[in-house]
Structures are given as structure tokens and as C-alpha cells.
């Protein structure tokens, strides 16, 4: 279980000079290469494959794992993403992965490929889609785990080397898990867009099970446990439904699809965070693009977009959430990172939708503030992770010259298999390896990890979790703000923001 970050090991803590909510500016005192956090993004990704690794792969510290994944069903469901530090393949929030993964791509299509990137952003967004196609076994079935967290939780070994059960679990028509199923359908589907281009019948093969992940998610309804305590749906199913909807419409132009948001979009309400469990407020801002292009039956959408901005942004006196000294949002422990990422991927992007539409701010109550103002905020977000603030370290592994040295990965903490084959057992990896108060010997490159605690204090220590396990889902929403910033015309670093 997560705990809050201690202050306690090796804790960075200094001072930055802070601005009160009145000043949302910009200074060009330092710039970020924001071109090498976008490649080493979706690097990180590949230290998170499960299977048969390709010819290709660049993490080469890593080699093949789960290779028997499936077997106790008589399946292949080998390959896929362990979700984090850990050896699981949990469905749910690799779903959301992919999903966010292929935003990114279909938003700033133009940058990643300028930046030389999206080959590699495709070979990741597939990698997910061939593990989801092999899990997708029948119209109302899908398998959503892989491996017994409580077993994999009380070993650590590489992922190489890994004899912990390899169970299974599985949504079907008996068994529902509307959230899963959906979700995995988002992905699919968006999935599709990006992939169409290189492989129109890869594409069409991808429509075809998110079509039906849907029907299924849809008609078989249910609150998804499975995954719990871990990945629990707190907010239950109706977002996952409406988000999948919304990304098929959108994939296929079939108007059903829209019609499906349109007639149930009182299921939802306003939100102030974007996650894996909490679909609400992405949907908001991607309807809002059709509502700002005529979709007139779609304002509420965008009315909800403005609130969970306004919810969000300092000196907004609907605002709702936090924000520690140093300027980073914070929503709850446990992988915080998340949450202000996911937030600054979305008001970013809505910021150039409401551009496009010759919108030129957002009112939160009597307060107006200016779309600079929201992308200031947003973009101090990616600065404060990417090593500006109080502690002056890149929470990104790799990147910058002072960077989390013990990620909380099991991988990255014991010798490559590669130099040292010998198996690395349950009890040893913990003994001498999880314990060791010593840098990890593979660079887990492009990692974010969870961050600092309610006061920006972050402990570099390989046993709380809640500071430095990375996950997946926290570098797919980043790669998008990579790729937005690194070639963004303004200025490049802003001031972080505090709540006095």
C-alpha cells in the first residue's frame, strides 16, 4: 500500500522563489529540452514489455518474460504492459495507457513527427493493441489480468526470472466489468485513428473488437472488482461507457455513437481530476472540440470543461483543488504525478481548442482568465516534474543531471539477466536487492515517478512506493505535453503557482 512520502532517507527540500495566485506568468530564465522528455516518454515503455521482446528493442537491459502468460486457459496472452513496478498486467489501466497514448499521436501528429518519434509512439500504441486483440477471446469475453497480486507483491524478481502464479481473470457475460471492457474499447478505437495510416486492415481489425467490446461493456452491465484493491472503479461505469462511445464516434463517424453521449450525458456531472478510474473530464474536453465545431447538442460538454479548468486553476474562486508550496497540483497520495499530468494534458489542449474557435478565455464565476493564464499553469506543471522546483530533481529517471536513482521497479533494481543470469529468487530480491540503499544498477530512462508529498518533499528511497514507482499510465498523457511544448511558440518555463 502507498504511504505518504517521508521525510525521513535521502529527502530533497529547497527554496524557490514563489509567486501568490495573482501572478500566472512566464519567464524565459530556462528552457527544458522538452524534445528529449517527449523520446524519453515513450522509451519508458519499453521497460514495461511483457512477451517476446523484438529486434528493435532499445531498453536492452530487459529481456523476454511471461512468456507462458495464458497457459493455465489455453490462451496466448503473452506480451502486453506490466502496469509498474511490479510484474501484473492489469487491463484496466493499460487500457487508459493506450487510450491516452493515442491522443497524444492524433493531437500533435505534426510535432511527434517532427520530432522523430512516432514510430516509436505507434510501436508502443501496438504493442498494447496486439496484447488486446489476443485478450478479446469472444464477443463477451475479455481477460483483464494477468498474474496473483498478492503473490507478486511479496517477491521481487525480475521480471526474467518471475515464478509467482500467473492467474487469470477474466470479464465475460456472467462476470461483467463495464469499466474494463469499455475502456479497452476506448483504446482500440482510438488506437485505430493513429494506425490506420501504416495499416488500414490492422485498423479495421481493431474497429471491429472495440465494436464489440462496447456492445458487450453496454449490454452486459456491471461494476468491474477484479482488480481490487488496486485498481478499483470508484466512480463506477457510466463514464467508461459514454468515453468509449465518444471514441468510437469518433474512429468511425457513425452517428449512433454520438447519439449514445447525447442521450445519456446526464450520467455525468462536473469533475476536478482526469485518471484511470475517472474518465469524465477527458470526455469533456473531447466533446468540446465537436461542440466548439457545431455540434450544438454538446454544451454541456463544454460548460463542464470550463468548470473542471476553474476547479483546477489558482485564483479561481471555484476552485477545488491544491497545490503544494513548490506549485505541483495535488490530489491524493500514491502516484500523485497523475493526476497533475492528466490535468495539464487536458487544459493544454483545450486551451488550442478554444483558440481554434476564436475563444480567448474561460470565466470561472466573475473571474476571467486568459487562455495564457491555463496554459501557464499547465505547462508549470511539466516543468515543476521535469526538475523546476523546490528540490531541484527531474522526476523523470534519465533526464536532467539530478534524477530519482532508486525508481521503485523491480527490473531496474537487480542486475540486467543479460550480465547476470543467475536467477534472482523471491526472497533474495528482497533481501539484497530491494533493501540496498544504493542507486538502481539499469537507468529505468524516462520513468516519472509519483512525486513529493503535500510539501514537496521527495524521499529517493527504493521503498516508498508512493514517491517513486513509476507507472505507464502517468508517461502516456506526458508524451502528448511533450510534444505540444517542445514546440510551442511561447515562452518556455513558468513560475510555479502557490495556494497563498
Not at 467490446?213 to 488496486?230: E, V
Not at 520513468?447 to 510539501?455: E, F, H, L, R, W
Request: hydrophobic share 40%; proline share 4%; glycine share 8%.
Amino acid at each position: 500500500m502507498a504511504r505518504q512520502c517521508s521525510t525521513l532517507h535521502l529527502v530533497f527540500v529547497f527554496l524557490l522563489p514563489l509567486l501568490n495566485t495573482s501572478q500566472i506568468g512566464r519567464i524565459g530564465a530556462i528552457q527544458f529540452d522538452y524534445k528529449d522528455a517527449l523520446s524519453k516518454s515513450i522509451l519508458f515503455l519499453q521497460a514495461q514489455r511483457s512477451g517476446k521482446l523484438p529486434d528493435d528493442q532499445q531498453v536492452t537491459w530487459r529481456g523476454d518474460s511471461g512468456l507462458q502468460d495464458g497457459n493455465l486457459a489455453n490462451v496466448d496472452l503473452t506480451g502486453g504492459y506490466y502496469d509498474a513496478g511490479d510484474n501484473i498486467k492489469f487491463g484496466f489501466p493499460m487500457a487508459f495507457t493506450v487510450t491516452m497514448l493515442s491522443w497524444s499521436a492524433i493531437e500533435y501528429t505534426s510535432q511527434i513527427t517532427q520530432a522523430g518519434e512516432m514510430y516509436n509512439l505507434q510501436s508502443a500504441i501496438r504493442w498494447g493493441t496486439d496484447y488486446f486483440l489476443k485478450a478479446h477471446t469472444g464477443p463477451t469475453q475479455l481477460y483483464v489480468q494477468v498474474g496473483t497480486p498478492s503473490s507478486d507483491h511479496n517477491c521481487w524478481e525480475r521480471p526474467e526470472d518471475m515464478d509467482t502464479p500467473r492467474n487469470l481473470l477474466q470479464v465475460n457475460a456472467s462476470s461483467p466489468g463495464s469499466e474494463v471492457a469499455a475502456e479497452t474499447a476506448a483504446a482500440l478505437a482510438a488506437a485505430s485513428i493513429v494506425l490506420r495510416t501504416t495499416d488500414d486492415a490492422y485498423a479495421q481489425q481493431l474497429l471491429s473488437s472495440a465494436t464489440q467490446l462496447f456492445q458487450f461493456a453496454d449490454t452486459y452491465r456491471g461494476n468491474f472488482t477484479g482488480a481490487c484493491p488496486f485498481y478499483c472503479s470508484y466512480s463506477g461505469f457510466h463514464d467508461e461507457l459514454l468515453w468509449a462511445a465518444a471514441w468510437l464516434y469518433k474512429a468511425t463517424g457513425t452517428i449512433s455513437y454520438l447519439q449514445y453521449v447525447v442521450d445519456n450525458k446526464n450520467w455525468v456531472s462536473t469533475v476536478s481530476e482526469f485518471s484511470w478510474e475517472n474518465k469524465v473530464a477527458g470526455l469533456d474536453v473531447l466533446m468540446s472540440k465537436l461542440y466548439l465545431s457545431g455540434q450544438s447538442s454538446l454544451k454541456s460538454f463544454k460548460s463542464n470543461a470550463d468548470s473542471f479548468i476553474c476547479a483546477n486553476l489558482p485564483g479561481s474562486p471555484s476552485r477545488t483543488t491544491s497545490t503544494t508550496p513548490g506549485g505541483l497540483l495535488y490530489v491524493r497520495i500514491g502516484s500523485n504525478t497523475q493526476y497533475a499530468i492528466n490535468m495539464a494534458f487536458l487544459a493544454g489542449l483545450y486551451t488550442e481548442y478554444l483558440e481554434s474557435a476564436n475563444i480567448n478565455q474561460v470565466m470561472c464565476g466573475t473571474e476571467s482568465f486568459t487562455l495564457n493564464d491555463i496554459v501557464s499553469f499547465a505547462d508549470s506543471q511539466a516543468n515543476y516534474v521535469l526538475g523546476y522546483n523546490p528540490a531541484n530533481i527531474s522526476l523523470m529517471v534519465g533526464f536532467g543531471n539530478v534524477y530519482p536513482q532508486q525508481a521503485h521497479h523491480r527490473g531496474a533494481s537487480i542486475t540486467s539477466i543479460h550480465i547476470m543470469p543467475q536467477v534472482v529468487g523471491c526472497s533474495a530480491g528482497f533481501n539484497k536487492w530491494y533493501s540496498r540503499n544504493a542507486p538502481n544498477p539499469n537507468i529505468l530512462m524516462g520513468a516519472i515517478v509519483g512525486g513529493p508529498n503535500t510539501v514537496d518533499q521527495f524521499d529517493d528511497k527504493r521503498s516508498d512506493s508512493s514517491c517513486t514507482e513509476p507507472t505507464t499510465y502517468v508517461n502516456a498523457p506526458f508524451v502528448g505535453m511533450m510534444a505540444r511544448m517542445a514546440f510551442s511558440k511561447s515562452l518556455s518555463l513558468t513560475e510555479p503557482v502557490t495556494t497563498d
